[in-house]
Each structure stands twice: as C-alpha cells, then as structure tokens.
C-alpha cells in the first residue's frame, strides 16, 4: 500500500506541473497548440494534456534498465521503483480512461462523400485561377477530380439534365462572345464567320448529322489527299515541303493565298484561345456559386468542361496525345489547400473532428503517394 501511495502522489505531481506548464506557457509553440494564453479555452486544454497519455514509459525503461547488482551488492530499491513506475502508468491509464471525453462525433459515409468533393472543387477554384498555362491547369484539374468519391448515390437523369442545361449556358456564352462588338472589331468577319461554322458544326448540330457529316468530310479529305500526293508525286513530308518552297517561288499568287492562310489560321487559333478563356471563366463562376450555395455535386460542371476542351482542341487539331507536365510545387500547393479547407470547415463548425481526421489521413497519403512518385520519376532521370 506504501508504494501505491507514492505513486497516487507522484501522479499528482506530475499533473499539476502538466497542467501549470500549459495553463501559465506563453511560448509560441505552446500558443500554437494550445491557443491564446489568456483565452477561456486554456484551461480546459491544460486540464486536458494533465490527464492525456500514459505516464511513467520512460520512467519504467530506466528502471528495468538499472542492473541487478551493484559493487557487489544488490541495487537499492530496483524493484520498489519498478513497481511505482507500473503503478503510476496503471493509474495514467485508468484515469485517462476515467476522466476524457469518449463521445464520437457519427457521420455516414455520405456525409464525408460531400464533405470530400467540395474540399476537392474548392481545390480546384484555388489552383485554377493561379495556372496560366490551359494545358497544365486541365491536367491538375483532371487528377484533382480523380480524388473524389463514386459512392455517392448519383441521379443519373438529374446529371444529365444538369450537363445538357449547362452545356447549352456555355454555348450561348461562346455564341455571345463571337458576335460581341470587341470581338468584331479585332478580327476579320472571315475569321469571325470560320470559327462560328467550326463551332455550330461541332457543338450545336445534333450527334447524328455532326457525326455523318465527319464521316462524309474525313472521306472528302482523304480523297483529295491521295489525288494530290499520286498527281504531284509527293510522298514523303521533305518532298512536300521542297515542292512548296519551289510553287511559292515560281507562282506569286500561290504565295499570296499560301500567306493569307497562315493569317487566318493565326488569327482563329488566337480567337480560339479567348474562347477558351471565356469558357474557363464562365465555368469557374458556375462551380464557384454552386460551392457558395452548398452543393457537392458538380461533376456536370467537369464533364461541361471537358467537352468544351475537346471542341477548343479540335479547333487547334491539338488533342493532348501526350500529357502536360505538372510541376511537383503545384501538387504541394493543392494539398496545402486542401489542409486549408478542412482547417476551415472546422472553425466554421461544418466539419466534425472525425470526418477531418478521415480527410486529414486521406492527404497525407496522397501526399506521401505523390511524393513516392516524384522520386521514382527522379530516379529514372538520373539512370536515363
């Protein structure tokens, strides 16, 4: 009994210098685990970390480490400090076990599903408007899409309905922009009148006729193709282009239209990229507002999206065959955002400590999973 007295005592001890050193700690680090020291919430937080953890480990180590004899006699005491520090361990754990909260905050998985795919719009909002490149900002959008959850219980009928509504949004946004008066003042009706044909045959036709039409055009094409290259034989991409250079020398005509081409082909790819900037935009506010309003199911807005890419690529007869590149600061960034967000949705209350704790751990594999594949990538380098 005298040894577990000592040890209720040496527990107490402990207790209220853990409980002093945080309660009175005005350090910075302590502030920033515990808060502001004259704050109302410090006290229960040193009340907390007095009671948290199991005491005694490290008191126990040494003692089991102490030899059994020394100078020929028997160390003093070995086994009465082995049995407080077992007791006092003993008594850490029970009263921890006693005196801490055991409440669980509950939450279905579909609670964390919504949870996850707004963390993961917000995200993307972030990184987007700070990636001037389209090429490398679609393709941080489309991994950080990957992040979300399939087992949200998807109305299949509203997503649709959602694509096709947003979808014919975006075309009047492009149609207006075409037809605004800045655009017409800085590009030829010619250029204007090409991109409109390109856009109304791509996205407005219905499937069936785009389709049909594609078809009767890529045979019209190839047919074309094969007569020029068997009339002039011209096989190869040296042979084409010696046979250029010597009909723009000889015939000041074919050199004109040749010229003119080149221009209009320049001034619809930059039209082009003011379209897709007006699409990025329109389609950032959209998520934007629907993440304002609380909803988290906005995969109609990237499926938009990628469609609208895909015409702008067709109109560049540019289709990303090989991915773009993300650089491994903008993979650090996004999950600093996303740290950020969860960090948010605590403060605010719209966030439980065990959804943040699922999120939190989700992240950090992620990031440690990112991390493997960057050094792997490194080291190919190295051996390449």
Known sequence: MALLGVSVLIYVAMWIVRYAWVLRGDSPWIAAFF????????PFFARLFAVSGIHGTVTLATAF????RTAGHA???????IAIATFVILISMVMSAI???RKTEAYTMADLDHIRNKMVDYVILQMRSQIEDHAVREALTDQLQSQKSN???VDRAQTTANYTALLSETKEVVDNFLHCDDVNERYSPEVVNLYDRIFQRVLVESKRDHLGLRMKHTIKHWKKELFWHTSHRVITKKQRLRFHAAKMADNPQYSERVE???ATRDALLALNSE????IDQYLDTVLTNRLKQKHSDNDFVYLVRRTMNHFCAHVKHDYQKSAAVVPDILYAQAFQ????FVQQGINAGYINQSIAGVLYTEINQAQLLQLQQFQETDMALIEA
């Open 260 to 262: 003119t081409w080149q």
């Open 151 to 153: 087992r949200l219980t």
């Open 65 to 68: 480490s102490l030899p059994n």
């Open 75 to 81: 160390f003093p005491y070995r086994n009465e400090l």
């Open 35 to 42: 808060g502001d020291p004259k704050g109302d919430d410090r």
């Open 337 to 340: 955002h996303e740290y950020d």
């Open 275 to 278: 379209v897709t900037d007006t």
């Open 99 to 101: 005196v801490l909260p």
